[in-house]
């Protein structure tokens, strides 16, 4: 398996000129975003738009994801080049109906990545899911372990974050300018660099909970999801369908949990103040 | 120009059974999300997954922003089926390149819609955008105006909100599970209704300002766009490249303005705070 890369790691945030409400001009971080166009044994695929922190494991993970690489072994070599903004993958085994399934897309509300070819919405994981139970408690540490994790939207914003834990520990995180190619690197690093990252009970997303990211963290064989944000109806479906248990708004203390029957064990019910039964409501 | 609906106005909204940090169970609205495949003339193009509000202007959109169509005029008529989740448009032209351009997919950061077909991102609005100049004073009326607008994202949370506005006045506003759907649903109402909208100088979303917002704004001919969210590095390139005065972070009385020039005027400067400098993070 051999990897080659045209630059050393990009920067993830560049500064530019704004002007506030004061009339004041500064300067402030954004998020990059940039072009990658993958080529899958010299065919095509598509064109990410990403921050461009971890090509390789991002271009491996989205095939991974994608279900257009279906074993580890079978990767021979990713190549990244930055000046013409292209990744190729090259793999012993492409699937046979390949041509079959990149004639079928689904646009998904995938933030950063919103295309999954074939019939992936209709397929299923391979094995069945651990009902892995969860403690309040755990789930609190966990949050607040993150909160040290997102560096560029601190200084940036305009990013989502995505990580794999065990218990209340942070295994790996990543951040990108969509959050579907923060899962697609996290599921190419499993791949790439046999991360510790392989034992995560627990998935964490800034995202929203849409058809597509609880698809991916079932594919990566883990089920308890949780995220910042909202659900919806096909997330919450496809959830149920394949035993995902979902806390959904998980911020402070808030959450809410969905699926949950008895895998959440209540241990640290916070006192009651009047505000906290607002929930939250930010998509 | 024919229109046919296989149902009625279908709900935004679906109730579900959450429990939340006291253990408490209640019923708890989420986002519906829909998948609709898109035909043209009978070719499968895209599946889209979407809130389901008003699909013939979201796949009229779609593909009036993906340049697959160029004229509304071209239009022969729409057919939704909900039952078998596909909407079928005939158009007198299809694109020379159609196959050339279905053959190119960018995957970006659309939250809802993350695919552009052929070089979308390389093209060029037909006409130079009008240099819009906004007053402070008309921008903090416009978003007191949309606040009463977010009606699925205030009870579901997990959509996101676009607008065409006329100065302070908001013209026309869509929610959708991805604020791509969003944006191309009001494209597609301009075509199919001869919306008031058209003459909207403003456009509005409450997601990022990433490269394919950007676009699918100055191909609209709109020069000013307002986000509650944050700005990408690719976002603001096409913002220059095209003239669009980008306000980013846009809440209360913060904003972040980016290429304004001299267009934005300073009529309504807030007193100073010691916390109004903190800037927003919120990506």
Redesign the interface.
């Known amino acids: 398996m051999t990897f080659t890369r045209s630059h050393a790691r990009l920067p993830a945030t ?1 500064e ?8 004041e001009s500064r300067r ?1 971080a ?6 990658l166009t993958l080529y899958l044994n010299k065919r ?6 990403t921050l461009g922190d971890d090509p390789e494991a991002l271009v491996v993970g989205y095939l991974r994801n994608q279900g257009l690489l279906t074993e580890a072994a079978d990767l021979v070599g990713v190549h990244v080049d930055w000046e013409v903004e292209a990744a190729a993958v090259v793999t012993r085994h492409l699937p046979e109906d390949l041509e079959e399934r990149l ?13 999954v070819f074939g019939r992936l ?1 209709d397929s299923v994981p391979r094995q069945p899911l651990p009902e892995t139970p969860l403690r ?1 408690s755990t789930l609190y540490a966990l949050l607040e372990n993150l909160n040290a994790c997102n560096e560029t ?2 200084s ?5 974050g995505c990580a794999l834990c065990w218990g209340e520990e942070v295994l790996d995180f990543v951040e990108d ?2 959050r ?1 190619n923060a899962v697609d690197t996290l599921a190419g690093r499993q791949w790439l660099k046999e991360a510790d990252s392989l034992r995560a009970d627990t998935f964490y997303t ?1 995202g ?5 990211m609880v698809l991916k963290v079932a594919q990566m064989g883990i089920g308890v999801l949780v995220s910042r ?8 479906e496809l959830a149920e369908r394949y035993g995902v248990m979902l806390i ?2 998980a911020k402070g ?6 699926h ?1 029957g008895g895998r959440l064990a ?1 241990d640290a ?2 006192p ?1 103040r009047p505000g ?1 039964r607002r ?5």
Chains 1, 2 share one sequence.
Not at 104 to 115: D, F, I, L, M, S
């Open positions: 560049v530019i000129e704004i002007f506030d409400e004061y009339g402030q954004i998020a990059a975003e940039r072009p095509e695929i598509v064109t990410l738009m004639g079928h897309r689904t646009v998904t509300t995938g933030c950063g990545q919103g295309t919405l309040q939207y601190r940036a914003g305009a990013v989502h300018v969509g579907h800034t929203r909970l849409t058809s597509e944000s909202g659900v919806t109806q096909k997330g919450v959904a708004r203390r808030h959450f809410q949990a969905i949950a209540l019910v916070p009651v906290d929930g939250q409501r930010r998509g």
